[in-house]
């Protein structure tokens, strides 16, 4: 059975930062990309970030370029993301997500429970 966890979210300043997990298991994710989207209030969810886990290649919503970084662990069975600079346009419901990395489609096959971030002022 396929799990993702994702690691508790959090209160934080705006202009901090603060770092996300997610833990995979239940099988090898070697050929599957992993990543997170959010979701505000009100808003649809939305891409974040991504990564394919056989070698690292990154990619990153516009919104978020610059100031987040996703990671990989060498077992390619966790990632974080790293998020810098945060404002309160960042305060949204964190999910991470997995797909094969074959897969042409941003439609995601396994996703986590998601996490809370929210950034004051």
């Known amino acids: 059975q396929v799990q993702l966890v994702e690691s508790e979210g959090g209160l934080v300043q705006a202009g901090g930062s603060l770092r996300l997990s997610c833990a995979a298991s239940g099988r090898s994710f070697y050929s599957y990309t992993m990543g997170w989207f959010r979701q505000a209030p009100g808003k649809e969810r939305e891409f974040v970030a991504a990564i394919r886990l056989s070698d690292g290649t990154p990619h990153y919503a516009d919104s978020v370029k610059g100031r987040f970084t996703i990671a990989r662990n060498s077992a390619r069975n966790t990632v974080w993301l790293r998020m810098n600079s945060l404002n309160q346009g960042d305060t949204a419901v964190y999910y991470c997500?997995?797909?094969?990395?074959?897969?042409?489609?941003?439609?995601?096959?396994?996703w986590g429970r998601g996490t809370q971030v929210t950034v004051s002022s």
């Open positions: 997500a997995a797909k094969p990395s074959t897969s042409a489609t941003m439609s995601y096959d396994y």
